[in-house]
């Protein structure tokens, strides 16, 4: 059956017909109000008009251009103004602010839509001939800054791998199967689901992202904790290059060197385009419980969480929220029916008598998967150990209630967008002695960054992928925008939380990526011996720099390039240097 794309909506998150419906949570605008101290409701309604985006002009190599049509179909080339729009940029908050504000500086020349891995060697080899940029994309959903053009100077493509999208081979007896990089995640699983299998791999991104980007991004799935992250999971893979084919062979493990499959995993598209992996498969479960549980205090979460990864018993998923996490997670809740809203009340009643401070209390959420014996033997192990933290059980409900949105979260940033409310996420891993140290430390650092901006801060945190040797904190903060300066407040909360990674001693990204966002940081976190490496790698596999420019190499003016991208315009445009502040004062002035 013929596959026909389905992009994002280029002005938020997910299909052009999906946003947050305040209504079926209505505990959350309240919520945010009194968090944020918004006093006003009369929100101008926006309308998203393509037409009043600030496209650049479009730069044409016609031999570029002739030499793709010799061989791709007309299909699979556009210069169309909605496409060249939504593959400007990825999702982030500065891209969306951006775009938001009719302002589309990243947008390509060109989009390519390959269908297999020899018209991936053909575009590369035309580009190499022409010297014309190429950045591969997946569902366009990664929120560091991948998939941004960095060139000004010459053409660029944005190579679009979602007509590469089939399961070619399972095998179910090795556990094995073999994947173009282009599927979405919801069509991935449903061709492993025919055979019975699945990757087990769900980033919240799942709807909207695909197997390649997560291999190039490093990503992580909810369920990381039974099934690893993306590069746990990479068997062998294939990646075009500018000078040749890389490949690995199918095999479980081996000596042969330095594994060249990490040269792929995680490179962002700067090395070559990933077109295929072999990927480690599992048997469907047959049972997924969904419980959820109340700690006293973040600590004690804390401990139970720790305490299960040292006896071998850590759940499929399993999400830690601070209080104010927590809050918004009640907040969040859909209409509760007058039996519920007397059984919530009864509960509260039973949560004082345990002498549970409220205010502090936070929610567990974590699913088991397997066979029906194994999933109750570990539920039970996971219960005594969380009873002995000081846990309350709150059943299945809580995990449904998750279960039933958990792909809709980034819908709500739109919506707070809408009300002139900046929201964002920076996560980070480090070891278990230092999960507090680096908590309390950030939170007091992104607080005081919000606040030196004049605004009521809200920052929210959870802990999820549990290693041996630490997890995963995901720090989650929103504030009011300055109208007219609302790029460069956020800029100085964004590089506080940042900068506040490295000096506790914790990584930069563990799941989105280095892309723009963190790049600057990048030398903190590998040396810079490591980032000389890159760049050796990068001249030895693309020597005429065609793939991705401008990644995973922070220049010697890291930081100041950092603060002009998110004010940079194009050559040529009608609005060449004037900062993204500057402009969207000038519209609003207009309006």
């Known amino acids: 059956m013929a596959y026909t794309p389905r992009h994002m909506k280029w002005w938020g998150w997910g299909d052009e017909d999906a946003e947050f419906n305040p209504s079926a949570h209505p505990g959350f605008w309240p919520y945010a109000k009194e968090a944020l101290e918004i006093e006003r409701d009369d929100f101008r309604v926006r309308e998203w008009n393509l037409e009043s985006i600030e496209l650049p002009e479009a730069f044409h190599d016609e031999k570029f251009v002739s030499r793709l049509r010799s061989f791709l179909d007309p299909g699979q080339i556009s210069d169309d103004r909605k496409e060249r729009v939504i593959h400007a940029y990825g999702k982030g908050f500065r891209d969306l602010f951006r775009l938001r504000r009719g302002l589309a500086a990243g947008a390509p020349d060109l989009v390519a839509y390959p269908k297999s891995e020899r018209d991936v060697c053909l575009i590369l080899r035309a580009a190499i001939e022409r010297d014309v940029a190429v950045i591969p994309f997946g569902g366009g959903s990664n929120i560091s800054g991948c998939l941004e053009r960095m060139e000004t100077g010459r053409m660029v493509v944005s190579l679009d791998m979602r007509r590469m999208r089939r399961v070619l081979e399972v095998d179910t007896r090795s556990f094995t199967a073999r994947i173009e990089a282009g599927v979405f995640g919801p069509d991935l699983e449903a061709q492993l689901n025919a055979h019975g299998m699945t990757?087990?791999?769900?980033?919240?991104?799942?709807?909207?992202?695909?197997?390649?980007?997560?291999?190039?991004?490093?990503?992580?799935?909810?369920?990381?904790?039974?099934?690893?992250?993306?590069?746990?999971?990479?068997?062998?893979?294939?990646?075009?290059?500018?000078?040749?084919?890389?490949?690995?062979?199918?095999?479980?493990?081996?000596?042969?060197?330095?594994?060249?499959?990490?040269?792929?995993?995680?490179?962002?598209?700067?090395?070559?385009?990933?077109?295929?992996?072999?990927?480690?498969?599992?048997?469907?479960?047959?049972?997924?419980?969904?419980?959820?549980?109340?700690?006293?205090?973040?600590?004690?979460?804390?401990?139970?969480?720790?305490?299960?990864?040292?006896?071998?018993?850590?759940?499929?998923?399993?999400?830690?929220n601070d209080p104010d996490k927590t809050a918004l997670s009640m907040a969040f809740r859909p209409p509760s029916s007058g039996v519920s809203k007397i059984a919530g009340s009864l509960f509260k009643g039973y949560l004082r008598a345990r002498r549970f401070s409220l205010p502090r209390a936070c929610l567990m959420l974590t699913a088991f998967e397997g066979s029906e014996a194994a999933v109750g033997r570990q539920m039970r192990q996971v219960q005594s150990i969380y009873r002995k933290c000081g846990s309350v059980s709150l059943g299945a409900s809580a995990g449904k209630s998750f279960?039933?949105?958990?792909?809709?979260?980034?819908?709500?940033?739109?919506?707070?967008?809408?009300?002139?409310?900046?929201?964002?996420?920076?996560?980070?891993?480090?070891?278990?002695?230092?999960?507090?140290?680096?908590?309390?430390?950030?939170?007091?650092?992104?607080?005081?960054?919000?606040?030196k901006s004049g605004v009521c801060p809200w920052t929210g945190c959870h802990i999820?992928?549990?290693?041996?040797?630490?997890?995963?904190?995901?720090?989650?903060?929103?504030?009011?925008?300055?109208?007219?300066?609302?790029?460069?407040?956020?800029?100085?909360?964004?590089?506080?939380?940042?900068?506040?990674?490295?000096?506790?001693?914790?990584?930069?990204?563990?799941?989105?990526?280095?892309?723009?966002?963190?790049?600057?940081?990048?030398?903190?976190?590998?040396?810079?011996?490591?980032?000389?490496?890159?760049?050796?790698?990068?001249?030895?596999?693309?020597?005429?720099?065609?793939?991705?420019?401008?990644?995973?190499?922070?220049?010697?003016?890291?930081?100041?390039?950092?603060?002009?991208?998110?004010?940079?315009?194009?050559p040529g445009s009608a609005v060449r240097g004037l900062r993204v502040d500057d402009l969207v004062a000038r519209r609003r002035n207009h309006e």
């Open 199 to 320: 990757l087990g791999h769900f980033p919240d991104s799942f709807l909207h992202s695909t197997l390649g980007g997560w291999i190039a991004t490093r990503s992580a799935g909810m369920q990381s904790d039974k099934y690893g992250k993306i590069e746990d999971m990479v068997v062998a893979l294939r990646m075009v290059t500018p000078e040749g084919e890389l490949a690995t062979r199918t095999v479980p493990k081996s000596s042969n060197g330095i594994d060249i499959k990490h040269l792929c995993i995680g490179s962002e598209g700067t090395f070559g385009v990933i077109t295929e992996a072999t990927m480690r498969v599992h048997t469907r479960p047959q049972r997924r419980a969904v419980p959820g549980y109340l700690f006293p205090e973040f600590e004690a979460g804390i401990e139970a969480m720790r305490e299960c990864v040292r006896q071998e018993c850590m759940p499929a998923m399993v999400r830690l």
């Open 403 to 451: 279960e039933a949105s958990k792909y809709d979260f980034p819908h709500i940033r739109d919506f707070l967008l809408d009300h002139d409310v900046t929201t964002d996420v920076s996560e980070t891993s480090t070891v278990w002695s230092n999960i507090v140290p680096l908590y309390n430390g950030t939170m007091t650092v992104l607080r005081d960054a919000i606040e």
């Open 464 to 570: 999820s992928h549990t290693y041996q040797s630490g997890a995963s904190v995901y720090f989650t903060f929103g504030f009011r925008q300055h109208a007219g300066g609302e790029m460069d407040q956020y800029l100085k909360v964004k590089k506080a939380v940042q900068q506040s990674f490295i000096d506790h001693g914790a990584t930069l990204s563990h799941h989105h990526a280095v892309g723009t966002e963190h790049l600057p940081w990048l030398a903190d976190e590998i040396s810079s011996l490591g980032v000389q490496t890159i760049t050796a790698i990068k001249r030895s596999l693309d020597p005429t720099n065609v793939m991705n420019p401008g990644r995973l190499q922070p220049s010697q003016n890291a930081f100041e390039d950092w603060t002009n991208l998110a004010n940079r315009t194009y």
